[in-house]
């Protein structure tokens, strides 16, 4: 960033991609972007913690990460899809 606040774009960016964001495969559809990872309680609906990875991401590598973010009680019990 410049002293004036404005930042500068590298010449090897490309104006529209997001670097940070990738490609994944479901079936037979690309999807070019972020997953996102959701923790919800299950009487009610509510979400407990949320985090955000790019596409080709693992499911499964979140889980540890969503658990961090809340407090469950010993002996809560956890219902997860495939990505588990």
């Known amino acids: 960033m410049r002293e004036d606040g404005t930042i500068s774009i ?3 960016y490309q ?8 490609w994944t495969k479901k079936g037979h559809n ?3 972007g972020y997953k996102r990872h959701v923790l919800i ?7 407990l913690a949320v985090t955000t990875t790019k596409a080709s991401s693992h499911d ?3 889980l540890p990460i969503l658990l961090d973010k809340v407090s469950l ?10 990505g588990l």
Do not use: I, M, T
């Open 73 to 82: 009680k010993a002996g809560s019990r956890l219902y997860g899809d495939k």
């Open 10 to 12: 590298s010449h090897s």
């Open 41 to 47: 309680e299950s009487k009610e609906g509510l979400v």
């Open 30 to 32: 690309l999807y070019y």
């Open 60 to 62: 499964g590598a979140h």
């Open 15 to 22: 104006k529209g991609v997001d670097p940070e964001a990738s």
